[in-house]
């Protein structure tokens, strides 16, 4: 995977001078920053402030609202991306082979799991009818017209169109840490309708329905999710088997062996990310789609033209008349015409909705269309060939060609689903329904593009697992179907709140759409219920299993944030000093006891992890020990979803006023940032130094950063043993307070800076909370016990390790404090 290059600060000393430069502009000594695992933000807010100035120190007060060193927050989430031109073009090129592979290879076995005997002429015309109106009523009409504009910031899938509501009505708890940090654009009660402004405020009031709805937008994940599963090991061996048009004599082990063999190949590949893939895969299901669509014309032509009548609603109408529950019945066979669909909506973020209404509508379903239909007018003359529809069907010549294409796109089909899954536990992690994991950001310019090596690895073992036990795709094909169509209905009823209540469209405008796809979705979803005894048990139980790891994840995560409420208080509500003198003596604030608070030599870098109020290892540190360093850094690590930040928005850095020597530095860094870090420490040091310099006078050494910022500062050709002697020598210089040349004429910068010089030479201490979670012994039930004592194991198996900061060991000091839940 190609990873952008980045600017890495390098340290260039000069007697008494510490100059960072920017590494691209020539050769240089990295002193780098912070490798930082996690690449989703989840922080929005108002606009950036990156200094303080001394005349708004004494302006700030001690309530929670966002007060000036509060003031880097800004709207740094998921932004929608437009795409157009040979951009949008590119995208539409992508998406024909990442998103249409399952919908796209339904040909192969439609007819075949709709009838069990040689269908008749009318027959045949009525269920032509109804997968020609299906394919357009539930995607075309429903998804690509209607539904893909239901998305949250350029994210698709249901869940993400709960999350879009979200933020248009209160209907969730959030992290109290981040709950001013969300985009809420929840529209004002006066600018709404009467029904529709009762609609929201009904479920705002009502536990039962925000509860449904949550339950709704998870359950569709672990559907989808399970589909995942099932789709590769479906589509893998139905191309191996394939095979047997031309060896009827493969036997099942080794159709099983093959199909696990292509299976682990294809999870392997995942890493080079959407991009490759689906420029890989588009020539393929192009190729496929193609042949499907000549097909349908050579058949068309040569045999029976007459089945174009089908394209009237009338011949779909006549099949529920007259075979009634027949017809029902048969529906499940004709749903797999559309499978797939919902990789259009969940896939949203990694294309975009112009991108996917153009290849469908310009290229996939057209070929569908001429597929379908080419097909029965083959089987009008050849009623038996409807047991094998597409490879009956092939002109003259070209069975050796279609076979090789359908086992290609038969393999690559089930990418779909795959990049579905990606994009739907990205944003799982983001509501917090989900453990954090690792999330790999593909592309540079497409931001939504991701992969998943932890879900990646999973879905692999469970896709191997099913080919070994279901070995076939007659048993497979019975657990197919259900889940999709339960997706398609809540679909339905997600976007239909949204049109109510972020679109804010008439009820008379909406209901009847809405009745339309609901009663097209029941239908569907009930026929397919038939398949549960037969094995679509499989895909529910899977799914039920996921929605409850997901719903006990955020249980236990409300559970934490209302046992970390009582954190929740700025710096001065802890300590303050005895009177207005810098050199005042500290103590803690009556809550904590009202002890003098002593000095100890040194840096304290406290890892902060919500970058606003009072860092909780702080407060536990102060309470404790009744001490504090000489300079202390609140450090926050606030990732930003774009591919990088410019050397100059990447450093916010403000004071602390109750305490002296304080600061926050927060580092924002985009999803291909790698900020690496031989010495934090100098890294902290030299941005809170130029911090001090810049707010404190205009003189020299301000200059000489700023033009080192240039790149017109750095040292060439020096090793890190170099660079760190030199900054060594920088730092002795100005402890021993030759600061003559700084050119400062402001008294309080110069014992500001010799305060943090002498710390910084003193030693550095890397300190670090280590919480632990302990279940309350009285007014526990035993059930609610059980579910905190299963997210307390998840949490402590799947927490960030100290190790991924690449620290040095030495300087970290870890502070363990319990909160209980």
Not at 490 to 509: E, G, K, N
Not at 794 to 815: F, G
Request: hydrophobic share 45%; charged share 20%.
């Amino acid at each position: 995977m190609k990873i952008m290059a980045t600017p890495k600060i390098t340290i260039a000393a000069d007697d008494d001078t510490i100059k960072p430069s920017d590494s691209s502009a020539g050769g240089g000594t990295d002193l780098g920053g912070v490798y930082h695992t996690r690449s989703l933000s989840r922080s929005r807010g108002p606009g950036l402030r990156r200094t303080t100035s001394r005349a708004s120190r004494d302006r700030r007060s001690d309530h929670l609202e966002v007060e000036e060193e509060d003031d880097w927050l800004q709207d740094d989430g998921r932004k929608k991306q437009v795409f157009k031109g040979s951009a949008l073009l590119w995208l539409s090129y992508q998406s024909v082979g990442a998103i249409y592979g399952d919908i796209g290879t339904s040909p192969l076995y439609v007819f075949s799991s709709t009838f069990t005997s040689s269908p008749s002429y009318d027959d045949l015309l009525q269920v032509l009818s109804v997968v020609v109106w299906s394919l357009t009523i539930m995607v075309t009409l429903k998804y690509i017209l209607i539904i893909l504009h239901a998305d949250n910031q350029g994210e698709g899938g249901t869940f993400s169109c709960y999350s879009l509501l979200t933020r248009y009505a209160n209907i969730t708890d959030r992290d109290p840490r981040e709950a001013r940090l969300v985009k809420m654009e929840r529209h004002l009660t006066q600018d709404m309708s009467a029904t529709n402004r009762t609609l929201r405020s009904t479920i705002e009031r009502s536990r039962f329905t925000r509860g449904l709805l949550k339950t709704i937008g998870v359950l569709a994940v672990s559907m989808v999710i399970a589909d995942g599963v099932l789709t590769p090991a479906q589509s893998v061996l139905g191309a191996v088997q394939g095979l047997s048009v031309v060896s009827p004599n493969i036997d099942s082990p080794t159709i099983v062996g093959t199909s696990c063999g292509i299976l682990v190949l294809l999870f392997i590949i995942q890493p080079l990310g959407t991009t490759r893939l689906a420029t890989m895969f588009a020539p393929i299901v192009i190729l496929w789609l193609g042949f499907n669509a000549g097909f349908g014309i050579y058949n068309l032509i040569k045999y029976d033209h007459s089945v174009l009548k089908a394209f009237s609603p009338y011949f779909a109408i006549h099949f529920f008349m007259e075979k009634k529950t027949d017809a029902w019945k048969m529906l499940g066979g004709i749903l797999l015409a559309f499978t797939g669909v919902e990789a259009l909506f969940a896939d949203l973020g990694a294309f975009s909705m112009r991108a996917i209404q153009i290849s469908w509508l310009s290229w996939c379903y057209p070929c569908l269309l001429l597929a379908y239909v080419g097909q029965a007018a083959y089987i009008s003359v050849n009623p038996d060939a409807y047991s094998n529809p597409f490879y009956n069907a092939v002109p003259p010549g070209m069975l050796y060609p279609s076979l090789i294409v359908a086992v290609l796109a038969a393999i690559v089909a089930s990418q779909a689903m795959i990049t579905a899954v990606f994009q739907l536990i990205s944003q799982l992690m983001k509501l917090s329904y989900c453990p954090q994991v690792k999330v790999v950001h593909t592309s540079t310019k497409f931001h939504g593009q991701l992969y998943v090596p932890f879900v990646n690895w999973i879905l692999m073992c469970g896709t191997i697992l099913v080919t070994g036990v279901y070995s076939n795709t007659t048993r497979l094909g019975n657990a197919y179907g259900v889940c999709v169509m339960f997706v398609t209905f809540f679909d339905t009823c997600m976007v239909t709140l949204a049109s109510l209540i972020v679109w804010r469209l008439s009820p008379f405008i909406v209901f009847i759409p809405w009745l339309v796809f609901a009663t097209v979705d029941c239908l569907y979803l009930s026929s397919a219920l038939n398949k549960v005894p037969d094995g679509a048990w499989f895909t529910i139980t899977i799914s039920g299993i996921l929605t409850c790891i997901f719903l006990l994840w955020r249980f236990g995560k409300e559970n934490q944030w209302h046992a970390e409420a009582e954190d929740r208080f700025r710096p001065a509500q802890l300590i303050h000093r005895e009177n207005d003198s810098s050199d005042s003596p500290l103590i803690l604030t009556p809550r904590w006891g009202g002890g003098a608070v002593s000095r100890i030599k040194g840096l304290g870098i406290y890892f902060d992890k919500a970058g606003v109020l009072t860092p909780t290892v702080f407060t536990q540190f102060v309470s404790k020990f009744g001490t504090v360093p000489d300079a202390i850094i609140f450090f926050h690590l606030h990732p930003v979803e774009a591919p990088s930040v410019a050397a100059g928005d990447r450093y916010a850095i403000s004071r602390i006023p109750a305490v002296p020597g304080c600061y926050r530095l927060v580092v924002r860094h985009g999803y291909m940032d790698e900020v690496i870090t031989p010495d934090l420490a100098a890294l902290i040091y030299e941005q809170v130094r130029k911090f001090i310099i810049r707010d404190g006078s205009s003189g020299d050494e301000a200059r000489i950063d700023d033009v080192a910022e240039e790149g017109n500062g750095q040292v060439n050709g020096t090793t890190d043993e170099e660079t760190q002697a030199k900054l060594a020598a920088a730092t002795a210089a100005r402890v021993n307070g030759n600061r003559t040349t700084l050119g400062l004429d402001d008294e309080a910068t110069k014992e500001e800076l010799g305060r943090l010089d002498r710390a910084y030479a003193s030693k550095v201490m890397y300190i670090i909370g280590k919480e632990q979670m302990h279940i309350k012994d009285h007014q526990t039930s035993f059930f609610r016990r059980i579910l905190l004592t299963t997210f307390l194991w998840i949490r402590e198996n799947t927490r960030a390790k100290i190790a991924n900061l690449r620290l040095s060991m030495d300087r970290v000091v870890e502070v363990g404090f319990v909160k209980e839940i």
